[in-house]
């Protein structure tokens, strides 16, 4: 680790994914700014609380986090210099609603039938992550207190579906509420509403983290097999990225991009009813039949929704029993790197974890080298430059599990260096699309858009001289919907203050 | 001619416009209008004309300035040279080319041989421009010394003349007739159909079905059905 980052002026939900260090709850409020001088107050006011990445000795994390992050109109409205303002990358200027037609954002998704805020003009995201609804409220009526000290000078937007106290549905609502999801026992859970783990694999950069054990399965794969953490740069602006250069999507002066990032904000609404009905249908149809729809809902995503056990080491029953027995009987590090530590070199042809599982997808590891080694300087080479960090919640409940209503789904936050080169591109590429995994225009079972005119079809492959025939999988409908978001940009605590104080100079 | 991958050929073409304006508006421009005015997809005169695999229409402005190298480790170009004077140094510059007159580029890549391909470009290449059928002499109108092109051959003469060697071919396409890999893109889109569709099926069912399929396809019918020339969307 060679790598010193300035942890306390990086925001800390860069570093750090709050849900796994015990912050279950969070809210997001969207403000917007009426008068630049106010609203610079305002801000000014808010990095007071905002969280740094500083480490957290134990026992002495705080009960409550808050960071704040602006699209481009917000930075316009807090009156940055026109020649900071022309550095900002063309993709963030347009904002998430304008880049539809690259993030397949069409039909149920299309951003005329988002929730009633995103037909507002957003400047400014404030999140709240809390260990308990009670630290969260609190905050929140910080914030409020603020809002109203502004004078008029920034407004709490209001337009988020979801239910109220008393269960009613809305569609007004101040604020967006998430949670992680708790089983029977009330045990919290990483699952999201579809019954599957998430957020396993996150990437890890150089100066993250000094354990060497997280890095497995989450850095880049090496020549070796062994695995680096990915070049800070790729994440935080300001540092060398993949490429051995400084991002290009930094705007002037250095202090105002310097320890920041980009945040892509996504309200993904999951159709539950619609999930389980097609799995259900699909199971019967799939060799084994029912006794194997665990084993076809692993094939969707690439990992066993109880565990998260990664499908391509255990690629059917007898082997996920097996490593099950393992798990069980592992310690806590040992648990991680079985989640983790894995590659996709014995499984090209993608037989037992299919290359369109969502994960195999999302991070192909080195597999896109498609077994001729040395096809590139690193196994990764077409990997490192789109890799992504996730953030975010599930939110809502399910209420009715054979039904696609109400109001529940993920809360998908996207930090990278740059959105065009990472998140779209995934997006576009991986997710609506599969030419680099040689699936023609097969798109992600779980994220993609399918709708009824192009129902969606995935190839789940067999070994070679198994003398089975694949299986297809057909007419799949959409599963999940884009119910809002926008492109963010989140200023390290510097440029907060200077953002504040109006002393940005890009001369 | 070199240009040739198998049985794909390579057509690189570079004819100078006549320098000069009509109504305010010079030859190149009014040329680069008329390139642009061209339909596309299935409506493109380029679907028209046999064989075509890709090919593409622009006009060369003027050659890029290569500009000054960049600094590398050992020393820096441009600071070893302001040590000589003004007239020396600018001799050491890179020298700056201009064209003498605008280019018209249509760079295509087919099937087949040249003479046979530049026919149907002849005979074929029309397309609809506000109710008004356009042919190939359209395009290359204000084209140096294209008045003299009165027939076929001279057309293929014409562009022998204005053309270059090329090297680079089209990565997506094989070296088969158009027509041959259009049905061929038919039917690997067809049989995917129908292995999605009829997977889990008893042999005999499954040799019913594929009878039939084949009848509905006729792979040996190049014809039809298949796609068509330019086509985008099913």
Sequence with gaps: ??????????????????????????????????????????????????????????????????????????????????????????????????????????????????????????????????????????????????????????????????????????????????????????????????????????????????????????????????????????????????????????????????????????????????????????????????????????????????????????????????????????????????????????????????????????????????????????????????????????????????????????????????????????????????????EGNDKDVLLGNHDEKNPGKVVLKVERNSGKPPHFVCNIPRLVETRGGDYFFIPSITALKMIAGGIIDPT | MGNKSGNATALTVLSPIVNGIVDGQSFADITRERCLRIPIHEKSPLAKVPNTYLARLFILDNVFYESLPGSDSVFNFSEITSILSDSARKKALPRKDQLKSKYLVFSSNFHGDLDEYLTGMWEKWSFDDHGQQRDVRYIWEHCVSFEGVKDCAGFISYIKRCQLEATLFFNGSTDDSLQEQLKALYLKQEFSKFAAEHQGKSAADLQRAFKTFIERVQPENLSQPSWNPGQSTL
């Design chain 1, 1 to 438: 680790m060679t790598q010193n980052l300035d942890l306390t002026d990086i925001q800390g939900n860069i570093v750090k994914a709050y849900g796994s260090f015990g912050f279950f709850k969070a809210r997001y409020l969207f403000l917007r700014i009426d008068d630049g001088d106010k609203g610079r107050g305002f801000v000014n006011r808010i990095t007071t609380k905002v969280t740094s990445a500083e480490r957290w000795e134990k026992d002495a994390a705080p009960s409550v986090t808050t960071n704040i992050a602006f699209t481009y109109s917000g930075l316009q409205a807090l009156e940055l210099p026109t020649a900071s303002l022309i550095g900002f990358p063309s993709d963030f200027v347009m904002g998430m609603s304008k880049r539809k037609d690259i993030l397949g954002d069409d039909g149920p998704s299309d951003p005329k039938n988002w929730d009633k805020i995103w037909q507002e003009t957003v400047h400014i995201w404030i999140s709240i992550n809390g260990k308990s609804m009670k630290d969260i409220e609190e905050r929140y009526q910080w914030v409020t207190q603020q809002i109203e000290a502004s004078g008029c000078g920034v407004i709490l937007l209001k337009g988020h579906r979801g239910e109220d106290e008393a269960g009613n549905p809305r569609d007004d609502l101040p604020y967006q509420d998430a949670s992680v999801l708790y089983d029977e026992k009330g045990i919290p859970t990483a699952k999201e509403h579809f019954g599957y783990t998430d957020g396993i694999s996150d990437p890890v950069f150089e100066g993250q983290t000094n354990n060497a054990a997280r890095v497995l399965g989450r850095g880049k794969l090496t020549r070796e097999g062994g695995w680096e953490p990915l070049a800070t740069g790729e994440f935080i602006l300001g540092h060398i990225d993949e490429a051995m250069e400084y991002p290009q999507t930094a705007p002037r002066p250095d202090l105002l991009s310097r320890n920041a990032t980009y945040m892509v904000y996504r309200k993904l609404h999951e159709n539950v009813g619609t999930f389980n009905k097609y799995l259900d249908e699909q199971a019967e149809i799939f060799p084994g039949g029912k006794e194997n729809k665990e084993l076809l809902a692993a094939k969707f995503s690439g990992r066993w929704r109880d565990n998260g056990a990664p499908l391509v080491n255990t690629p059917d029953n007898e082997s996920k029993a097996e490593w099950d027995k393992k798990f069980a009987a592992a310690d806590f590090s040992t648990q991680k790197r079985m989640l983790t530590d894995f590659s996709y070199n014995d499984d090209i042809d993608g037989a037992k974890c299919p290359s369109s599982a969502h994960m195999r997808r999302i991070n192909p590891r080195g597999s896109l080298e498609y077994g001729v080694k040395d096809a590139f300087d690193t196994p990764g080479a077409l990997v490192n430059r789109r890799r992504i960090l996730r953030r975010g919640l599930p939110y809502g409940k399910v209420n009715d599990a054979t039904s696609d209503k109400g109001n529940h789904g993920i809360i998908f936050m996207a930090l990278n260096a740059d959105i065009k080169r990472q998140f779209e591109f995934v997006q576009q590429q991986w997710i609506n699309y599969a030419n680099d995994f040689k």
